[in-house]
């Protein structure tokens, strides 16, 4: 079994590829079984002249700047390393789909995996829990020791391998039945006061998505009782299985109402501008999941919004020439 992870950009531009950086995988004979075989490529980004806000934070960037592999040479020593073995895993589904699209874009033949097994869904079986476990919080769950960075494939590829012997085959069967959670509402300390529907703000366009999440028109949302306008420091986001994250998630909190859910979508236009469309919606179970869920996910922190003001000083216009 080949257990697989990917690290991916989806840049800001139209091109609708989740441009691999990294292939990690590492091989075992049997679930839970020893490690004995590893595969790690860094490669060069050249699809994308951005990197997109979960691209930044990874900690071999770096590496990918420097190599000189790329996809299509990556893609065909790791077939040859793959060896045939066509039953692959990792944390979460969509990594073979993810490497597909590459092939595809670089004209080369997919890979066909026999069985993908997801081992997040398996886990979330194995533990009884009512919703999807990161992978680093599952690290802790099972008291593995967690020595090597998160959000590099290879890293990320050998836990879940680790973790795999907590698995049995009966979690790896088992399927999920869609229900929504009771009680998140309660543990989320969200007002209990009913408030009328509130409009949709238009944000933006701004030249970039952390302009958007970042701007002062785009972190203070109003309290939905009052109007009064309350700052938010950070976004939470689940990270999608392609793409880049588009749906924003924050709480704040009005002093008199207490404290409300904030959620901002984002999207780009075809002059590549991107708007936000935040809302400020009743606190529906389906939200307060979406919402539970980003909190596992991803965290943008805005800039500015450390209520620490600084005064800007007025420019002179510029003189022509
Ligand atoms: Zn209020």
Not at 100 to 110: D, I, R
Not at 214 to 231: A, I, M, W, Y
Not at 265 to 278: A, H, K, N, S, Y
Request: hydrophobic share 35%; net charge positive.
């Amino acid at each position: 079994m080949v257990v697989l992870d990917l690290e991916w950009n989806r840049g800001y531009d139209k091109k609708p590829l989740n441009e691999i950086l990294q292939i990690g995988a590492v091989r075992v004979e049997r679930l839970g079984g020893p490690i004995v075989g590893v595969f790690n490529a860094c490669i060069r980004p050249t699809v994308h002249k951005k990197f997109d806000l979960g691209a930044k934070k990874l900690p071999d960037l770096g590496a990918f700047k420097s190599s000189h592999t790329r996809f299509p040479a990556a893609a065909e020593a790791f077939r040859t390393w793959c060896a045939g073995d066509r039953a692959f895993a990792g944390w979460g589904a969509g990594d073979v789909e993810a490497l597909n699209e590459n092939c595809k874009y670089w004209g080369l033949p997919p890979f066909e995996a026999e069985e993908f097994f997801d081992f997040q869904r398996a886990f979330a079986h194995a533990v009884g829990a009512d919703q999807q476990v990161a992978l680093w919080r599952a690290v802790e769950y099972c008291n593995v020791p967690d020595v090597f960075d998160y959000h590099s494939a290879v890293n990320d590829a050998m836990y879940t391998a680790v973790l795999g012997a907590w698995l049995t085959p009966e979690d790896l069967a088992w399927r999920p039945e869609p229900s929504p959670p009771r009680g998140r509402r309660a543990a989320l300390k969200l007002s209990p006061l009913p408030f009328p529907r509130q409009p949709r703000q238009k944000v933006g366009p701004c030249r970039t998505p952390e302009d958007v999440l970042d701007g002062k028109e785009g972190r203070t949302p109003s309290c939905p009782l009052c109007g009064q306008r309350e700052g938010i420091a950070r976004w939470h986001f689940s990270v999608p299985e392609a793409g880049m994250p588009q749906r924003f998630y924050a709480v704040f909190t009005c002093p008199e109402h207490g404290r409300f859910l904030c959620r901002m979508i984002l999207t780009q236009r075809p002059d590549g501008q991107w708007m936000g469309r935040r809302t400020v919606p009743g606190a529906a179970p389906e939200l307060i999941r979406e919402y539970a869920q980003a909190l596992d996910g991803g965290v943008h922190v805005c800039r500015g919004g450390g209520g620490r003001r600084r005064r800007r000083r007025r420019r002179p216009p510029d003189h022509p020439g």
